[in-house]
């Protein structure tokens, strides 16, 4: 099992071997990419197709991993922060229940 920081490596490799040489001034792209993966992920939600919201859902992690790696982002670290960060956080994150 990769950790996080080795799926950024691995798949940047990947990125890059296969012609795909983003730099973090491409940041704007690579964020709409992720969202286009997005948009897929809830298409396949909305069609209750349960294969292809799996495959979607991989895409946005591989599209937000090379990203991460572009940006010099160690997103392991991060999302162990944020975490924490949400361990302090209210209930709904202080927002009542509709
Ligand atoms: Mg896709």
């Not at 792209?29 to 286009?36: D, N, V, Y």
């Amino acid at each position: 099992m990769l950790s996080i920081k080795e799926w950024q490596k691995k798949i940047t490799k990947y990125a890059i071997d296969h012609g795909f040489n983003w730099i973090p001034a491409d940041i704007d792209t690579m964020l709409l990419r992720i969202h286009s993966e997005v948009s897929e992920a809830s298409e396949a939600a909305r069609d209750e197709n349960a294969g292809e919201l799996a495959e979607e859902m991989a895409d946005i992690f591989i599209r937000l991993v090379n990203a991460c790696e572009v940006m010099g982002i160690d997103l392991e670290a991060e999302v162990q922060k944020k975490h924490r960060k949400n361990l302090n956080r209210d209930m709904l994150h202080g927002r009542k229940r509709k």
